[in-house]
């Protein structure tokens, strides 16, 4: 959830005694069913996540303390042990519950890798697999996924790295994947829904110079607070929050295509590099400059195709 991106010194993380210093790893494997896998390994001892959303799904295991997030509305913990399923667009905070902080592991695969993952697999699989409870008690299977990560991390033996990630994600789909959530019913969510994808996609395209929310409010014909509860009742987040985070997606595309920091933070609209770093910390746990180093340095290991 490689290089040590935040912290000097050893590779590994201790697990145990009390944290005084967050450290994240990340590590890109490229040839996975085709496409590039994200991999986190992080002991977090203060840090809290800012509210963000992934594009893909964060499937991660805490391997040490309790974590406490808030997803869906409400506030959950997962203890050593637990798997952790966060679905695409969802969006979710994160952070130790006690003192002493907590360790995790974390997968970024996308719906397509998830589905290739269950195509083998006797009966119908989701097409989109959904999970009812971002928490599953499953030993076992978080044992299975700690391996996973632990095999492809190191990047040893390739083949051995891809069968063990489409094993247990074809088992975790198998075992607590199933159809889509109904349809909320009534008129406000889907109101909100909608005022909620105008907005973001208004605030997508005009990135470097976003209107103000009483321009976009006055466009949509409604208030300021209309359009505050609106946005947040469908994005779990305010819209500036959800700006801040929407460029730091856009930045990491662009520090994975090589560009530097400061030469990101502008082409996203950031006031300067230390604005992007600030908000970069807060959603991916990194400065912007240790993660493009990560990635960079991880770019060469290819797993089997």
């Known amino acids: 959830m490689t290089r040590i991106a935040g912290a000097s010194g050893t590779s ?19 040839g996975i069913q085709g496409t590039s896998l994200d991999l986190l390994t992080a002991r977090i001892g203060r840090r809290h996540y800012a509210p963000h959303i992934h ?9 040490d303390g309790l974590e406490t997030m808030r997803y869906r509305g409400e506030k959950i913990y997962s203890g050593a042990g637990s ?35 269950t195509t083998a697999d006797a ?12 928490i599953i008690d499953d030993r076992r299977l978080g044992e299975a996924l700690r391996l996973a990560h632990h095999a492809l991390r190191l990047g040893d033996d390739p083949l051995e790295g891809e069968s063990r990630l ?35 996609t208004r605030l997508s395209d005009e990135l470097i110079a976003p209107p103000t929310l009483a321009e976009v409010a006055a466009d949509l014909e409604l208030s300021r607070y209309q359009l505050l509860r609106a946005f947040r009742d469908a994005m779990g987040m305010p819209p500036y929050a959800w700006l801040a985070q929407h460029r ?6 662009l ?17 300067d590099q230390a604005h992007l770093t600030r908000w970069f910390r807060r959603v991916v746990g990194v400065t912007p400059g240790a993660y493009r180093n990560s990635v960079q340095d991880s770019a060469p290991r290819r797993a089997a195709s």
């Open 12 to 30: 590994s993380l201790p697990d145990h005694g009390v944290i005084t210093v967050d450290r994240t790893l990340w590590t890109r494997v490229n």
């Open 55 to 63: 594009d893909e799904y964060a499937i991660g295991v805490t391997v």
């Open 83 to 117: 798997v952790v399923v966060i679905e695409p667009g969802e969006a979710h905070t994160g952070g130790p519950a006690r003192p002493e902080g907590f360790a995790y592991l974390c997968f970024y695969p996308d719906a397509e890798l998830l589905g290739a993952a």
């Open 123 to 134: 009966g119908p699989a989701p097409v989109r697999p959904h999970f009812r409870e971002p």
């Open 166 to 200: 489409l094993g247990v994600l074809g088992t975790l789909v198998r075992r607590h994947a199933g159809p889509g959530p109904n349809p909320v019913a009534g008129r406000r969510r889907t109101d909100a829904g909608r005022i909620a994808r105008v907005v973001a």
């Open 248 to 253: 730091v997606t856009r930045a990491r595309a």
């Open 255 to 271: 520090l994975d295509a090589g560009h530097r920091p400061a030469e990101a933070a502008t082409l996203v609209g950031f006031a």
